[in-house]
């Protein structure tokens, strides 16, 4: 692989299930982040990694959580999912502070 | 706090027109400023960036961008748009925090090119 990849592409989950979204990137980016998209909104930052071992809080961080156990992997969790978390979610990496971000292919959510 | 703002839903052109899609930012400090292409079913690309230097920064698949400090706006712009650009464009900022950064994206902007 080459770049971030992102699984699953879709799913389809009951509301108050657990579920966790998986990010794995190859290029040894240091930050990590997890945003989400929605209609007429953009794109909102739900949490970051600076480095492995360390994250942070976005704009949108309530009712998910992230580890970041080493540089490569970046789950995100939806402890219960709610109707309101049906949404687009985006992983995303950077090299460093004056670069752009490398975006994987996108998870859609839908809490039914 | 940083913001980008894009008054335009939509950019409706023909083909083998010039196009430009509309950014304007609110930053305080010097702005650090991207520009990003999503194509149906897919992640946000990378087009082009503004940190330092001339104000017209040339990006992939022949855009560019015109940073225009006085009027702090950042439009996108192409000579000549094809239909594979039809797609949605996203601008963002950089926004610094207490120990992070990230990018503040604006709302987006469908561009349809007709042929």
């Known amino acids: 692989i080459a770049g971030i990849t992102q699984a699953p592409t879709s799913q389809i989950l009951a509301a108050g299930r657990r579920m966790t979204l998986r990010c794995t990137q190859d290029?040894?980016?240091?930050?990590m982040y997890w945003y989400r998209q929605d209609l007429g909104l953009g794109l909102r930052l739900i949490h970051y990694s600076n480095t492995a071992g360390t994250t942070g809080k976005g704009e949108v961080p309530d009712g998910y959580s992230v580890s970041r156990a080493n540089t490569d992997d970046f789950p995100l969790t939806l402890a219960s999912a709610v109707p309101s978390q049906t949404s687009v979610y985006f992983c995303?990496?950077?090299?460093?502070?004056?670069?752009?971000?490398?975006f994987g292919s996108g998870t859609r959510l839908t809490v039914v | 706090a940083q913001s980008v703002a894009q008054p335009e839903d939509q950019v409706n052109v023909a083909e083998g027109n010039p196009l430009t899609v509309k950014c304007t930012y609110s930053?305080?400090?010097?702005?650090?400023l991207f520009w990003y292409v999503q194509y149906p079913n897919r992640g946000l690309q990378f087009l082009l960036k503004y940190i330092t230097g001339d104000n017209l920064v040339k990006g992939s698949y022949g855009f560019e961008a015109e940073f225009n400090k006085s009027q702090t706006s950042f439009h996108l712009k192409k000579p000549s748009a094809l239909v594979s650009d039809s797609a949605l464009y996203f601008c963002a900022v950089r926004d610094e925090g207490t120990g992070f950064q990230k990018l503040v994206f604006g709302t987006g902007t469908r561009l349809l090119v007709s042929p």
């Open positions: 290029m040894r980016h240091n930050a």
């Open positions: 930053v305080s400090g010097n702005p650090y």
């Open positions: 995303a990496s950077r090299p460093g502070i004056n670069y752009g971000y490398t």
